[in-house]
C-alpha cells in the first residue's frame, strides 16, 4: 500500500485516502468492527476484503439499474475508488421485517414482517449516537433540502425493491439496511448519489430456510462465525467460491524443518 498518500478520514471501518485524480477518493476497507456506537470493538480478519467485493458487487448492480452512485471501480483487495461526495449527514434505514432498534423501541418481536415498508432517518452524529429523527427535524435544522430527502427516498424504495429480489433469489431474506447519500458537485449542477457501502456490515441477512444470521448481528450478539457467513453471502452471490483464502492481514509462519 502506498503510504505517502494523504489520508483524508478514518471511520470506525474504512480510511478515505485522496483519489490520484481530482474530485476521486479511495476507500480502504479495515478489518476493524464496531457496535454501539464503538463501545464494542474488535478486528476480524479478512472483513474488510469481503465487504470490499459485496459492496462493489451491490454497487455495480444498482449501477446498472440506474441509481446514480459514487462508485467507480475495486482497485484491489481492500480498496476502491470512488468519486468524492459531500455526505448528507443522515442515515436512511429501509426495514421490511421487525429486528434491531425498531424492535426494542416499539416491542414488536424481532422477525415479524413489517406491515409496509418502513424508511427512518438518523442523524449522522456519533457523540450523540446518531438519534433517529423525523423529517421534520431534517427540515427544521437543514441537514437535506426537500428535494434530497426526496431524492432519498425514491431511491431506498428502488434499491430495496431490488435487493429484495436479488437477496431472495439465494435464498436470504432482506430484513433491513443502512444507506448513505452524498451530493456530487458537477460544475455548477448537484446530483444526490448513493455513498458509502452495501455490505453484511450494513444490512439485516437472514437466511430464508433457517433464519440463521449472515450479518453483523453476528458480531453484535456474540453469535461468532462472522466471516464465514459474510463468506456465504459472497459464495451466494456467485463472487467468491467459498474456498478462496481471505487475505489475512498477519503473517503465516512457515515452518521449513
Ligand atoms: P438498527 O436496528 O440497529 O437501528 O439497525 C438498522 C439497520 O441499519 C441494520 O441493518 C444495521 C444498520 N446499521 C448500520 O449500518 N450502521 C449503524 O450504525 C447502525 C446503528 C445500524
Request: proline share 4%; hydrophobic share 40%.
Amino acid at each position: 500500500m502506498n503510504q505517502r498518500r494523504t489520508r483524508i478520514y478514518e471511520g470506525k471501518a474504512k480510511i478515505l485516502y485522496e483519489g490520484p485524480e481530482p474530485g476521486t477518493v479511495v476507500v480502504h476497507f479495515k478489518d476493524d468492527a464496531t457496535a454501539f456506537n464503538a463501545q464494542k470493538k474488535e478486528v476480524i480478519d479478512g472483513k474488510g476484503v469481503i465487504n470490499n467485493r459485496i459492496s462493489e458487487f451491490i454497487f455495480n448492480k444498482l449501477n446498472a439499474i440506474g441509481i446514480p452512485t459514487h462508485f467507480v471501480k475495486r482497485l484491489n483487495m481492500r480498496e476502491q475508488l470512488v468519486r468524492e461526495v459531500e455526505i448528507i449527514p443522515l442515515e436512511v434505514v429501509v426495514r421490511n421485517v421487525a429486528a434491531g432498534t425498531l424492535s426494542s423501541r416499539l416491542g414488536i418481536e424481532e422477525g415479524e414482517p413489517l406491515p409496509r415498508t418502513l424508511i427512518e432517518f438518523c442523524y449522522k452524529n456519533d457523540e450523540l449516537g446518531d438519534p433517529l429523527v423525523a423529517e421534520e427535524h431534517i427540515m427544521a435544522f437543514g441537514w437535506a433540502t426537500p428535494q434530497e430527502l426526496d431524492d432519498m427516498m425514491t431511491m431506498a424504495i428502488r434499491i430495496n425493491d431490488y435487493l429484495s429480489g436479488l437477496f431472495m433469489g439465494i435464498g436470504i431474506k432482506l430484513v433491513d439496511f443502512k444507506l448513505e447519500f452524498g451530493r456530487l458537485y458537477e460544475g455548477d449542477m448537484v446530483r444526490t448519489v448513493l455513498a458509502d457501502e452495501i455490505s453484511p456490515d450494513s444490512c439485516r441477512l437472514w437466511d430464508v430456510k433457517t433464519d440463521e444470521k449472515m450479518d453483523k448481528d453476528r458480531f453484535r450478539r456474540d453469535l461468532g462465525g462472522l466471516v464465514e457467513a459474510y463468506q456465504e453471502v459472497a459464495r451466494r452471490l456467485g463472487i467468491m467460491n467459498g474456498n478462496e483464502p481471505v487475505e489475512r492481514s498477519k503473517p503465516v509462519l512457515v515452518k521449513s524443518d
